[in-house]
Every structure is written in C-alpha cells, then in structure tokens.
C-alpha cells in the first residue's frame, strides 16, 4: 500500500511538471530604447523596485477578460526578476550609476501582468479539420499586458504615473512559449519607452 501512495504521487508529480511550462525570459532592451534613450544631467539614482506578483504563474485570460484555466493554460515566468534587471540595466545607463544615497530617489513598483489569449481560428471548419486529423493546430494571438507605477522624488517635489504597455503576437500550440516569450519582452521595452519619456518630459 505504501508503495502504491509513493508510486501515486510521482506520477502526479510528472503529470503535473508537463502540463506546465517555464517561459524563458528575455532580459535584452532592444535597439530602438538604447538610440531613444536621453541621458539625464542628474548624477545617479536612488532606485527603489517592489512587485505586487504573487506567483510566476502568466495570468492567462481570454477575449471576454475570463481567467482561462486546465489544460494549456499552465505557463510560469520571473516576470518581477527579469523586469527588474531590464530596469536597473535602462536606468543605470540614462543615470550614469545605481546609488542608494543618490538624492534623486526612484520608485517602480510592477502592479499588474498578464497576457491575452484570443483563439483565431475557433469555427466550424477548423472543429472538422481536427476530428479529421487533417490539422491538429491552432492558432492564437497573444497580448503581454505590463503596468508598472512609478513615484519620482527630486529637489522639485514628487510626481507619479501608472504607466501601461502591451504587445501583441501570433502563435501555434507548438510556438506558444516562444511567443509568449517574444511579447512579454516587447511589453517591458515598451515600459522603458513609456518611462524614459516620462522622466524626459519632467526634466529628470
């Protein structure tokens, strides 16, 4: 009976490990941000990061906004990691240096994630082409939603701003890590595009 339960639970286990899958993040800023990038007159910031994620879990959610859940929908990134070090990399750079005792002091706290997933090829022919045989694929639009708020505090006061980006691209079930991968990439540069132009437009 004992070996039952032990042998029960390790396939559990590896039904489980391959139902979800680890997205490989992409922590590269892509060359449109860095030609874009302004440098700023100030000498170092104070960068303070926080998340609001509870999990690594991709929020999944369809059209309608409704959480999709079961089977296909078990996806797993460092979402609040990858765009942390994205962050320090931009800032760093527009910044000249990280400081902890900088007077400029910046807070970015990552309160929102997740990604839609609309179904392009959902009819009746398609139905028919799987029961078939003849296509077995779908094929699916993915949009990586990232908002981050950002409290900016100077000699001149404190301003702040929720700033909202996404990105959109098309994928298969055999190339859904990779898109997902691919968009949640492009939506963090988008913050950095939002972020520089923010502090550009506040003279920081």
Same mark, same amino acid.
């Given at each position: ?26 922590? !590269? ?7 874009? *990038? ?7 910031? /104070?960068?303070?990061?926080? &998340? ?20 296909? &929908? ?9 765009? +942390? ?11 000249? =240096? ?6 400029? +002091?910046? =807070? ?10 609309? $179904?392009? /090829?959902?009819?009746? *022919? ?10 077995? =694929?779908?094929?699916? *639009?993915? +949009?990586? $939603?990232?908002?981050?708020?950002? +409290? ?7 301003? &702040?701003?929720?700033?909202?980006? !996404?990105? =959109? ?6 190339? *859904?890590? /990779? &898109?997902? !991968? ?13 972020? %520089? %132009?923010?502090?550009?437009?506040? /003279?920081?």
């Amino acid at each position: 009976m004992k070996n039952f339960i032990v042998f029960s639970l390790g396939f559990l286990c590896l039904v489980l490990a391959a139902c979800s899958q680890n997205v490989p993040m992409r922590t !590269s800023i892509n060359e449109h941000v860095l030609t874009n *990038m302004s440098t700023s007159s100030q000498r170092g910031v /104070n960068l303070l990061y926080d &998340s609001e994620l509870t999990t690594n879990r991709i929020p999944l959610y369809r059209a309608d906004r409704t959480l999709i859940q079961g089977a296909g &929908s078990d996806y797993y990134c460092d979402q609040a990691g990858t765009l +942390k070090t994205m962050l320090t990399q931009y800032l760093g750079n527009r910044f000249h =240096e990280i400081n902890p005792t900088a007077t400029f +002091k910046l =807070e970015l706290t990552l309160v929102n994630f997740y990604v839609e997933r609309h $179904v392009m /090829n959902a009819n009746f *022919m398609h139905t028919l082409e799987i029961l078939a045989g003849e296509n077995t =694929e779908s094929n699916y *639009m993915n +949009k990586a $939603v990232v908002e981050v708020m950002v +409290k900016a505090t100077g000699p001149s006061g404190v301003i &702040s701003k929720t700033l909202s980006a !996404s990105a =959109e691209g098309n994928a298969t079930d055999t190339t *859904m890590v /990779n &898109s997902l !991968s691919e968009v949640i990439n492009q939506a963090n540069n988008r913050i950095l595009i939002l972020l %520089n %132009n923010y502090l550009s437009e506040n /003279n920081l």
